[in-house]
């Protein structure tokens, strides 16, 4: 069996999830019986026509004139003539009907990254078929021509940029979860190309982690938290496998000694920009006060990677050692992160405090009802605000002083560097960090 049947046996399963989850789609089945406004019924309609078109053209990846055609109906279903331009977009897809692993690829890798990025400020899920549509079907051009994949991929990306420089700032930042899959399929196929079953291992486990995040991220708004680049969530996992698998591959590769450093550094930078683009958002998803939130995106942050490594390691041919993916996740080069031993003594620790302050409260309950009023005095002297020693008071507020000596301190220094904007010192901090891992690679 070819490993890219269980690649797109994963991207038709991503495609199910959107159809199941999205709000339009919801909308138009609970139509059926309901009063619907008629515009938003027929909206639903049309994306889950496109949808199911989009799964059908994945089927029938391998006739390349049938896909072109279905792929071509899907997104205009979808994007409603906003993001598809028929006048370039038809003969892109022709071109990919005669030659699909030479330029035919690079031109439906045109058309859907181009819708992707278009359709990305109004609805997530177009963006996500239109991502999931190139990897599965330019996965020919993958196999034949890996490093034109790639370096296409970062040519459309560098064009759609300065295509909307006008933009806001946050449109950069888009594509760099149109990018980042690009990269790590063509990483996993140069793996598989050198038999490195570890780099396919890990590339395919990072794609899948990424592409489920963005799955998650699309139906459920909230959960664009995990792809956060930081410790223990997915977002920093995904950044951190895609690393080490290139770093694996420019150290095992011959030729792709400099090639796989960089590959490795864009993966990473691409992780932080989409992190940029997350914390802008951010604020409005931590007014959320309720628990069952909360608690729902820590059980995924601690449980998808572990759930997509089992998945990957099972079709990769590696379905023997699922259970160590429950407490390490392998970086594709032989190092090792215990993430989710981490989550696990988390979730112990948290339901240790949760339930000794359960009995805290059953105990003072019971004491209340025996007690009575000195309970309430001692609530009183509870709530008071606490004597401090004149000692302690004095070497609070020499603390103080010291805390506000520095800060101005750091104000003036900074007022004389040339560089104001915080955004341009994180890049620059980026970029000292990039120095410090090509020099360890080498």
């Not at 906003?82 to 977009?89: A, E, N």
């Not at 991220?217 to 664009?224: E, K, Y």
């Not at 339930?355 to 002297?381: C, P, V």
């Amino acid at each position: 069996m070819s490993f890219h049947d269980p690649l797109m046996a994963c991207l038709l399963a991503l495609l199910i999830v959107l159809l199941l989850g999205d709000r339009s789609i919801r909308v138009f089945v609970s139509g059926l019986w309901r009063s619907v406004p008629l515009g938003v019924w027929r909206q639903g309609g049309c994306y889950m026509v496109g949808m199911v078109l989009a799964m059908l053209a994945l089927g029938v990846a391998s006739h390349a004139g049938a896909a072109a055609c279905l792929v071509a109906v899907a997104l205009v279903l979808l994007g409603g003539g906003t993001v598809f331009q028929p006048v370039w977009g038809i003969p892109a897809l022709v071109g990919y009907a005669l030659l699909p692993a030479g330029a035919g690829g690079l031109g439906v890798m045109a058309t859907c990254f181009w819708a992707a990025g278009r359709a990305a400020g109004e609805h997530e899920v177009v963006r996500l078929v239109a991502l999931i549509l190139m990897l599965g079907l330019g996965h020919e051009m993958v196999i034949q021509q890996p490093l034109i994949w790639m370096v296409g991929g970062s040519v459309l990306a560098g064009v759609c940029l300065l295509a909307g420089l006008g933009e806001a700032r946050l449109f950069l930042y888009r594509y760099c979860r149109l990018l980042r899959p690009v990269l790590l399929l063509g990483v996993m196929e140069v793996s598989r190309q050198q038999g490195m079953e570890l780099g396919v291992e890990g590339a395919f486990f990072a794609l899948l982690l990424d592409l489920a995040c963005q799955c998650l991220a699309a139906i459920w708004p909230r959960s664009a938290l995990l792809l956060l680049p930081a410790p223990p969530l997915p977002g920093f996992i995904v950044g951190w496998v895609g690393l080490h698998a290139s770093l694996g591959l420019s150290s095992s590769t011959e030729g792709w000694t400099v090639m796989g450093c960089l590959l490795g550094v864009a993966i990473m930078g691409l992780s932080f920009g989409d992190g940029v683009r997350v914390l802008s958002q951010a604020r409005f998803f931590l007014r959320d006060r309720q628990p069952k939130h909360w608690a729902g995106g820590l059980c995924l942050a601690a449980g998808l990677p572990s759930v997509c490594g089992v998945v990957a390691g099972w079709l990769v041919g590696h379905g023997t050692g699922w259970a160590g993916w429950l407490y390490r996740l392998p970086g594709g080069d032989g190092s090792v992160t215990a993430l989710p031993l981490f989550w696990g003594g988390l979730f112990l620790f948290w339901a240790f405090a949760s339930g000794r302050k359960r009995d805290d409260a059953h105990a003072a309950l019971t004491s209340d009802e025996t007690e009575g009023g000195e309970l309430i005095r001692l609530q009183a002297y509870m709530q008071a605000q606490p004597v401090l020693p004149r000692s302690m008071k004095r070497l609070m507020m020499r603390g103080q002083r010291q805390v506000r000596t520095v800060r101005s301190v750091l104000l003036e220094g900074r007022s004389f560097l040339p560089v104001q904007e915080l955004g341009a010192v994180f890049w620059l901090m980026f970029l000292g960090g990039v120095l410090v891992v090509m020099g360890l690679a080498q």
